[in-house]
């Protein structure tokens, strides 16, 4: 059984590293969530963010990194709904070996 990652210490030590409490977390959400289908919604849900607005910000930074691509300007047919609005942007994520080292992270780090 996978071990629960610890948030809160997340949050601590991301704010500390990072500079922004919400940096880290959101990049652990996006490397949980379907490599095709995240956005900012999905992450909001994930880490029970007050607001999308926050992970929109940081998946920002994570395409001006490389580590994401920019968001999709033609979503696909089944990409999830926000009730009868817009389907989300989605950022695909970028095949790089950032994704490795961060699940390493969070496995020595987080997990408990």
Excluded: C
Excluded at 87 to 95: A, G
């Amino acid at each position: 059984m996978e071990k629960e990652i610890d948030w809160a210490a997340m949050e601590r030590w991301s704010a500390t590293v990072f500079g922004n409490v919400h940096r880290l977390p959101v990049a652990v959400a996006a490397l949980e969530l379907d490599p095709d289908g995240i956005y900012p919604e999905a992450i909001k849900n994930r880490l029970d963010l007050p607001s999308s607005t926050r992970a929109k910000e940081q998946l920002e930074r994570f395409v001006s990194a490389g580590l994401l691509k920019p968001p999709l300007e033609e979503q696909p047919l089944d990409s999830p709904r926000r009730g009868r609005g817009r389907p989300p942007r989605i950022y695909p994520r970028q095949d790089d070996e950032f994704w490795d080292y961060l699940e390493e992270l969070v496995s020595r780090r987080f997990r408990r």
